[in-house]
C-alpha cells in the first residue's frame, strides 16, 4: 500500500484559514450558535454532562425559535461528540447552530475542525456568531526554528515552533570568571579560562548537534542570540557543525538572558526578521518571474489562467505561484440533456450569487454543478502530481501585489519553454 504524502504546510495553512474565514462569515439570528473547544485529554463523558446541562437550561429560552433551533444544536452536539472516544492530539473544535438566510430563515450548520495546534482550554458560548479567537492564532504556518542563547556562563537551546517557543536544554558552564586568584599569573589563569570557555563552546555546538540536526530538512533556520561579544565569538569561530553554521539567521539578537526568558525575548526581537525572510523570498520568487517574462519566447515563464494550466498540463511547472489572495472554486458541471461535462474557475462572489451557464454542446439553458474544489487546493494539487513545487505568494509585499493584480494571482516558473495554451471557454455567467 502505498504511503500516503504528507500535506503541504502552506496548502495546509490555506485551508486551514480558508475554512475559518467560512465559519466566521455564519451569522444567526439570535443566539443560536454553538461554539465548544475540548483539548486534548479532556474526558468526552465530562463534556458530554456539560452538554445535557446546557441542554436542560436552554428550555428556559423565551423565544420559541431560538429555544428550538438551540435544543437541536446541542442534541447535535452531543451526537457529534460521541463519535470521538477521545480527543484528538490537538483537540476539536465544532460550531454548530442555524444560520440566518434571509427572510426570516434559517438553516443548520455544522463545522468540526481539528487545530494545527493544540488547544488549551475548554469553551463553551452561545452567540450570534461563531466564537474564533483559540484558533485565529494558529492560522501561521507552524515553521520550525532552532533557538541558541550563549554566552561564557550559560546557554540555552530550544524550537520555535509556530508560536511556541520550547526550551529543551540548558547548560551552566562553569567557567571561571576573569580576575586572578590563588597567586597564579594573571596569563596562566587567563589561559585557563579560555580552554574552559573553548571547551563550553564545544559542548553548546555538540548539543545544538544532537538537538537540530535530525530536524536539518524542515529547520528553517537557527536563531542565534545572548548578552554581549559571546554569540559574535561563537558564531565567527564556527563552532556549529557546518549545516548548522548556515542556517543561523543575521544579524544575531542582543538578549538581556541566556535561560528560557531569553529565549522568548530574542523570537519577540526576531518577529519582523523571520517575516521578512518569508516576504524576501517570495520577492525573489516574483522577480525572477519577471525576468523570465522579459525574454520573451525563450523565459521559463507561464502566467495567468489560461497559461499554467496549459503549462501543468504538459507537466512543465518546475515552481507554480499563486496569490493567498485568489478566492475562486473549480466547478464541474453536467448538462441534464446531453450529459455534456466541463470545468470552470469561477471567484467565490460569483457562486454565491449562483451560476447560470449554457451548455455549449447541445445549447441547453442550464447546467447542473456536479462537484466543487477549492481553486488554489486544485493547483497545487496538479502542480505536486506533476513533480513540480507549488507556492502561496502574500499579497503584502509589492511583488504579490504585482502578481495578485497583473497575473491573476497565478504564475509558474518553467523547466522548459512551452507555447500558449488554448483559448479558454467562455466564462460562466451568473
Not at 463553551?124 to 507552524?142: G, I, K, Q
Not at 596569563?187 to 571547551?199: D, L, S, Y
Not at 525576468?291 to 489560461?306: D, F, V
Not at 493567498?324 to 472554486?329: A, E, F, N, S, W
Request: hydrophobic share 40%; net charge neutral; with cysteine.
Amino acid at each position: 500500500m502505498p504511503v500516503e504524502a504528507e500535506p503541504d504546510p502552506q496548502l495546509a495553512r490555506y485551508t486551514f484559514q480558508r475554512k475559518l474565514a467560512e465559519i466566521a462569515a455564519v451569522r444567526g439570528r439570535a443566539t443560536e450558535l454553538i461554539s465548544l473547544y475540548v483539548p486534548p485529554g479532556k474526558q468526552i463523558s465530562d463534556v458530554i454532562a456539560y452538554l445535557r446541562n446546557e441542554y436542560a437550561q436552554s428550555s428556559n429560552i423565551k423565544s420559541r425559535t431560538t429555544r428550538k433551533n438551540v435544543m437541536w444544536a446541542i442534541e447535535s452536539l452531543m451526537g457529534r461528540v460521541r463519535q470521538f472516544k477521545e480527543p484528538p492530539a490537538h483537540g476539536v473544535a465544532f460550531f454548530v447552530g442555524s444560520k440566518a438566510v434571509g427572510a426570516d430563515k434559517s438553516e443548520p450548520v455544522t463545522f468540526i475542525v481539528e487545530p494545527p495546534e493544540p488547544l488549551n482550554t475548554y469553551l463553551y458560548r452561545c452567540d450570534s456568531t461563531f466564537f474564533l479567537d483559540p484558533l485565529a492564532s494558529m492560522v501561521h504556518e507552524p515553521d520550525l526554528w532552532g533557538l541558541i542563547v550563549v554566552d561564557r556562563s550559560e546557554v540555552t537551546l530550544g524550537f520555535l515552533r509556530g508560536k511556541r517557543v520550547e526550551a529543551l536544554r540548558n547548560k551552566q558552564s562553569l567557567v571561571p570568571s576573569k580576575h586572578g586568584r590563588g597567586g597564579q599569573s594573571a596569563h596562566r589563569f587567563e589561559r585557563m579560562i579560555e580552554h574552559a570557555a573553548h571547551e563550553f563552546f564545544v559542548k553548546v555546538a555538540e548539543m545544538a548537534a544532537e538537538l537540530f540536526l535530525p530536524h536539518k530538512d524542515e529547520l528553517r533556520g537557527i536563531l542565534l542570540g545572548g548578552p554581549g561579544a559571546t554569540k559574535e565569538f561563537f558564531y565567527k569561530e564556527g563552532f556549529l557543525q557546518y549545516e548548522l553554521q548556515q542556517k543561523v539567521v543575521q544579524p544575531l539578537f542582543d538578549t538581556g538572558y541566556t535561560d528560557e526568558h531569553g529565549l522568548k525575548e530574542m523570537v519577540e526581537k526576531a518577529t519582523q526578521t523571520l517575516h521578512g525572510l518569508d516576504l524576501t523570498e517570495e520577492k525573489r520568487l516574483v522577480q525572477r518571474l519577471l525576468a523570465e517574462i522579459r525574454k520573451a519566447e525563450t523565459g521559463l515563464a507561464a502566467y495567468g489562467e489560461r497559461d499554467v494550466v496549459h503549462a501543468l498540463e504538459l507537466g512543465a511547472v518546475d515552481t507554480l505561484l499563486v496569490s493567498d489572495g485568489l478566492r475562486r472554486h473549480l466547478v464541474r458541471l453536467r448538462c441534464p440533456a446531453c450529459q455534456h461535462e466541463l470545468s470552470r474557475s469561477v471567484p467565490d462572489e460569483e457562486l454565491d450569487r449562483g451560476l447560470s451557464v449554457t451548455c455549449p454542446h447541445c445549447g441547453a439553458a442550464t447546467m447542473a454543478e456536479v462537484a466543487r474544489e477549492d481553486y488554489v487546493e486544485s493547483l497545487f494539487r496538479r502542480a505536486v502530481e506533476a513533480g513540480g513545487t507549488a507556492r502561496l505568494v502574500s499579497t503584502e509585499s509589492e511583488e504579490g501585489e504585482m502578481l495578485a493584480r497583473a497575473f491573476g494571482g497565478v504564475a509558474a516558473l518553467l523547466r522548459y519553454p512551452v507555447a500558449a495554451g488554448p483559448a479558454l471557454r467562455p466564462r460562466a455567467q451568473s
